[in-house]
């Protein structure tokens, strides 16, 4: 038994750690947060200045079980968690439920997991910093204080359920991708004509080249046209040339947000993705800590990049910088994202190397010399007209940190020009090739990504390192908002030429308002949205949000009480929110769009049980109202009375065809042909309302053409298709995904063969044991063994040594035991299944189940309402 126990948060931090110290330490992992607050009830005593209840989570039970056994075998035992808040709270509650005293118990902190780190950190502990540990605790209560009390106010005054909620960052985050989009639904785009003229010249060769110079802005075609005119018969020459020498530096190393931002842009990574990734490359040592607000380097860094910098570029491309933060509220003295060795730029893994990479690149590049550049500004005059043109280019002299990293941008400029000119001189005359304007039009600001949304929130000073990733996830699940993709449509714009002394105008057409990975809000994100900011304006507003994390950093610094910062946020809170649910009137998201002109009632676009909707009618009408689901495309804000009218349209019938019913509709992934029972999708960028009978025919002939068989496997039919995961083949029952490695528009029979007889395999090995009676099974999965419960998949926590199952684990089991592993991975999971059971036997009628939902919010909101109310009645 090892002397000394240490306690990290992660597994595979754990053993990195355990192989640098040796056998005098047993290094085990707490596995995250051990403790949480109760989830009965709110979990914090109000009346006695907000302490917090906490209990051990469910899932940590035998992990805690398991610790206090080796905390009590141990000589001594050292906490080890991150160096962050959270890290210190995590190594508070250890203390805690182990019985051990913070202020004798070592706490040992590292930005990086090599052996220098964890050797200095072993020889230098520290206590348990309950400054920081009530700075996370004053955050955890103060955002259960604020979604537990709002979040019923939401069920009972919005549609939508009990699965409203509100958040002190997430609800901000909202808002701020609510009103961009609100933005760019009132933008009126304007057009001006843009000047641009081609020449020719000489290059140093003396081949003839053309360049491109720049000119005047004309408000309309008209104006464009007459400056045209002006041009015709003129010559051109260069007036003046000035060449000025330039610099560019390199961006300093990422932080969180910066790191971000630049996975988005350069990678694809969502933030989420991004952090995992980091967490694995820090926890395996090939990077310092994650979660950070600063640019600093530390002096082993700085003397580690200089060195690789001079040994693969030369001394000319080394210049040493220390940047300094902009941010004067950073969180912790942590370094900036760096790797831990610099001489390492391949790790060996296909899943980290291109963050790796990619951070490598920038901390190498923030110790590399200026790119160093000729810019050249030639203007040339237009012998007819005052109006100048002006031709820019930019020669590279040196590369500096360019031979390694270039910063994106969010949004780059597409007119931005900085190619090379020809060598130019004053007095030189230019021959035209070609003169034009070009109508361009006006643009809203963009959409936010991910990584823009994470820019703006720490602009604004909202949130830190740490809560980025799960606010953006946040939002995204409660359905307030959604990632996605939005096709552009097509737009006229007008081009002069003037060629030759002639002048010809063109119409042209360009895709405007194409969207790749933004960020949307849905119609119930507004509505909540809207509902917020008028009855909780203090909540909603930037400046007082921002103001809470300050306020944060001071319990941090020890400059403040936490509960007396809680006490001060939560009096006039509560009191608006009892206000709130007395006197706020309930809110139906909806907007009338006029009347239906068939039937003279009105339509009104709302949203419904299910989601947004259109309803002509209202239920107070003899005859029942009837609804239209609003597309994924449409918003309860923006949709016309004639899109909402179109609704109504479909489905309809188009005729038979050999004996059955053709009829185009649209269902939950789109428009489609339906054909007796067969469904056939109609491209997403046909409008479903145009498909007439031999356009069905046509949809129907290459539906069937597709089905048709490729080949035979047991003497049974194998047919091909392409889906949502892409091109696939299939046999009897099973779905076989085609990899690239085949040719899948020439599939042999050989293929064919191969393709079945792995996939049956596959599935011969998938199931370790089942139940099939119970619908309870044992499976294989791409991340090891699972329980599959009816549809659910479920899955496995570790044993009690830490350790992931194994199949062989899982083998020899029964059906009780594996009954007991759901209902701790899911208490509620049997009463589920029961009450859907009941559900489908004996549905209930209309008026018992609004009488029962309605108990069922009330008592929610009796649960709700703070411990004040019981204390005076006593």
């Avoid at 700075?135 to 005054?157: M, N």
């Avoid at 239906?596 to 709302?606: L, M, N, T």
Wanted: aromatic share 8%; glycine share 6%; proline share 4%.
């Amino acid at each position: 038994m090892a002397k000394n126990l240490l306690i990290v948060e992660s597994p595979a931090k754990a053993k990195t750690i355990e192989k640098i110290l040796g056998k005098d330490f047993e290094v085990k992992s707490s596995f995250g947060h051990i403790r949480d607050l109760d989830k009965e009830g709110m979990g914090i005593d109000i009346e006695h200045g907000f302490t917090p209840r906490y209990s051990v989570s469910d899932d940590k039970k035998k992990v805690v079980a398991e610790l206090r056994a080796k905390a009590k075998a141990a000589n001594e035992v050292w906490l080890a968690t991150d160096e962050d808040r959270e890290g210190e709270a995590i190594s508070w509650h250890l203390c805690e439920v182990l019985g051990l005293n913070p202020a004798q118990t070592k706490r040992i902190v590292f930005h990086e997991i090599t052996k220098p780190a964890i050797q200095a950190a072993v020889t230098n502990p520290r206590l348990v910093d309950m400054n920081l540990v009530n700075a996370q605790q004053a955050r955890r209560v103060l955002d259960r204080l604020v979604g537990f009390e709002i979040s019923p106010v939401l069920w009972r005054k919005l549609s939508g359920g009990s699965s409203l909620s509100a958040g002190r960052v997430q609800s901000v985050a909202v808002r701020l991708i609510v009103e961009r989009e609100r933005e760019i639904n009132q933008f009126k785009a304007t057009s001006d004509y843009r000047t641009e003229a081609t020449f020719e010249a000489n290059d140093i060769n003396g081949r003839k080249v053309n360049f491109k110079a720049e000119g005047a802005r004309f408000a309309d075609n008209k104006t464009a046209r007459t400056f045209l005119e002006k041009c015709v018969q003129a010559s051109f020459k260069v007036e003046d040339v000035q060449v000025k020498p330039g610099k560019r530096s390199p961006a300093a190393p990422f932080t969180t947000s910066t790191l971000q931002q630049e996975a988005s842009r350069k990678l694809g990574m969502s933030v989420s993705r991004t952090m995992r990734v980091a967490q694995t490359l820090y926890e395996n040592g090939h990077i310092t800590y994650m979660r950070t607000d600063s640019v600093n380097l530390s002096v082993t860094a700085l003397e580690n990049a200089a060195e690789v910098i001079r040994r693969q570029f030369g001394e000319p491309y080394y210049q040493r910088r220390q940047f300094q933060n902009k941010n004067q509220s950073a969180q912790e003295a942590h370094e900036a994202i760096r790797p831990t060795d610099m001489a390492v730029s391949n790790i060996g893994d296909v899943d980290g190397q291109r963050l790796y990479e990619l951070i490598w690149k920038r901390t190498l590049a923030s110790q590399m010399a200026d790119a160093q550049l000729e810019k050249t500004v030639a203007r040339i005059g237009i012998s007819t007209v005052n109006d100048k043109l002006t031709a820019t280019g930019e020669v590279l002299k040196f590369e500096g940190f360019l031979k390694v990293y270039i910063e994106s941008k969010d949004d780059e400029d597409e007119d931005e020009n900085t190619g090379m000119l020809p060598p130019l001189v004053a007095g030189q005359a230019l021959p035209l090739v070609e003169l034009k304007t070009t109508e361009r039009f006006s643009r809203p600001a963009p959409r936010y990504t991910e990584a823009s949304l994470v820019k703006k929130l720490e602009e604004l000073g909202i949130g830190r390192p740490s809560t980025y990733a799960p606010t953006i996830s946040t939002v995204q699940q409660r359905n307030y908002v959604e990632r996605k993709d939005r096709e552009g449509v097509q737009r006229n714009f007008q081009v002069l030429r003037l060629r030759n002394n002639e002048i010809t105008e063109v119409q042209s057409t360009e895709n405007t308002g194409a969207e790749k990975g933004k960020l949307f809000p849905t119609d119930l994100g507004m509505v909540v949205t809207d509902f917020l900011n008028e009855h909780f304006t203090q909540i909603m507003d930037y400046g007082f949000t921002a103001n809470i994390e300050n306020e944060f950093d001071q319990i941090a610094a020890g400059k403040k009480v936490w509960n007396n910062m809680i006490g001060n946020f939560y009096e006039p809170f509560h009191k608006t929110v009892e206000e709130t649910m007395e006197n706020a009137e309930r809110v139906k998201g909806e907007r009338v769009l006029g009347p239906d002109p068939e039937s003279g009632k009105p339509v009104v676009a709302r949203l419904g049980r299910f989601g947004p909707m259109v309803q002509i009618g209202s239920a107070e009408d003899e005859d029942k109202p009837r609804f239209a689901t609003i597309k994924s495309t449409q918003s309860i804000e923006t949709i016309t009375l004639e899109e909402a009218l179109d609704l109504f349209k479909l489905p309809f019938t188009l005729g038979d065809f050999e004996d059955k019913e053709v009829s185009v509709g649209a269902g939950r992934f789109g428009p489609y042909v339906k054909w007796g029972e067969q469904f056939i999708s109609i491209p997403r960028t046909e409008d479903p309302l145009t498909v007439d009978m031999d356009r069905a025919l046509e949809l129907i002939r290459e539906k069937q053409e597709a089905d048709a068989p490729i080949g035979y496997y047991d003497g049974k039919p194998v047919s091909k298709g392409k889906g949502r995961f892409g091109p696939f083949i299939k046999w009897e029952d099973l779905f076989i995904n085609i990899p690239r490695a085949y040719d899948f528009d020439n599939l042999k029979q050989s293929d064919v063969d191969e393709l079945v007889s792995k996939k049956l395999e596959k599935e011969a090995n998938r199931f370790i044991q089942q139940w099939p009676e119970e619908k309870i099974a044992i499976e294989n999965g791409r991340w090891g063994p699972f329980i599959r419960f009816g549809k659910q998949m479920l899955k496995l926590g570790r044993r009690a040594d830490g350790e992931k199952y194994t199949a062989e684990d899982l083998a020899g089991i029964g059906l009780e035991e594996v009954k007991q592993m759901i209902v701790a991975i899911d208490p509620t999971a049997f009463e589920k299944k029961t009450k859907k059971a009941a559900a489908k036997k004996a549905p209930a009628k209309k008026g018992v189940a609004l009488k029962k939902t309605a108990t069922v919010k009330k008592a929610a909101s009796k649960k709700a309402a703070p411990k004040k109310e019981a204390a005076k009645k006593k």
